[in-house]
């Protein structure tokens, strides 16, 4: 399975637009990047997947660059309830299992 | 919007007792997963249970672990002879997994396992 690289901490303001890049160079070409976020003592939450490009839900973007070697998760004005760990997992499909890191413990102050 | 329900959300156990852990994944799902995290700790994958049998289990998931799925629904963890160290939040989590799309595994909040 791909390694993952995050940054281990951000801190942002209310409003502002976060932005957590993952690195994944040696992704393989069946790997999807998936982004979840993580309240303390809740379980992981699904945010957003993608293969390529770009892809756009109601809670965030992300971005994905032609060589897949990294990802980016946009965050669009965040609010002090986004203060949570975000985690880049880059894994198979087909029911194959996810790998977690550190990932990115956000917080966000007013 | 279905989710993934675990029971019990806390247990609290003495050292040596048998444990099990319950967990109802998504109806139309096929694959399911246990993972664990202590506490300041990360996400650890434990196994992974498809078709009736694991598929791929980690090196925690030693012999004192087991998984079933005794009916339809019910996906359970046993933890035959509980340690100090087994406490941790257990995750529970599965996934369609349709070919051709990504991996969007979904997890429950978690059984709070404290080992005294």
Redesign the interface.
């Known amino acids: 399975l791909a390694k993952t690289t995050q940054p281990i901490s951000m801190d942002s303001y209310e409003g502002q637009e976060v932005n957590i890049t993952c690195s994944h160079n040696n992704i393989a070409t069946n790997d999807y990047i998936t982004w979840y976020q993580q309240f303390p003592s809740q379980g992981p939450r699904f945010i957003i997947q993608g293969y390529k490009t770009k892809v756009t839900n109601e809670v965030a973007s992300l971005f994905i660059p032609a060589d897949r070697k990294s990802s980016t998760l946009s965050l669009p004005r965040v609010s002090l309830s986004d203060t949570a760990v975000y985690y880049c997992l880059v894994g198979p499909n087909q029911g194959g299992k996810l790998i977690f890191g550190q990932g990115t413990e956000l917080s966000v102050k007013p | 919007e279905p989710e ?1 329900t675990q029971t019990p959300s806390h247990q609290v156990t003495q050292m040596g007792q048998e444990v099990i852990l319950r967990c109802v994944p998504i109806s139309n799902h ?2 399911f ?1 246990w ?1 664990r995290q202590i506490l300041g700790q ?4 434990l196994v ?1 249970f ?1 078709n009736n049998e694991i ?2 289990k980690s090196e925690i998931f030693d012999d004192q672990f087991s998984v079933e799925r005794p009916d339809g629904s019910n996906f359970t963890l046993k933890i035959r002879s509980t340690k100090l160290e087994d406490s941790a ?1 257990y ?1 529970c ?1 599965s ?1 369609r ?1 349709v ?12 059984s ?1 396992l404290t080992v005294v």
């Open positions: 993934v096929l694959y997963y993972y990360k996400v650890e994958f992974s498809y598929s791929e939040m995750f989590a996934t997994s070919a051709g799309s990504g991996n969007t595994i979904y997890f429950g909040e978690g709070w």
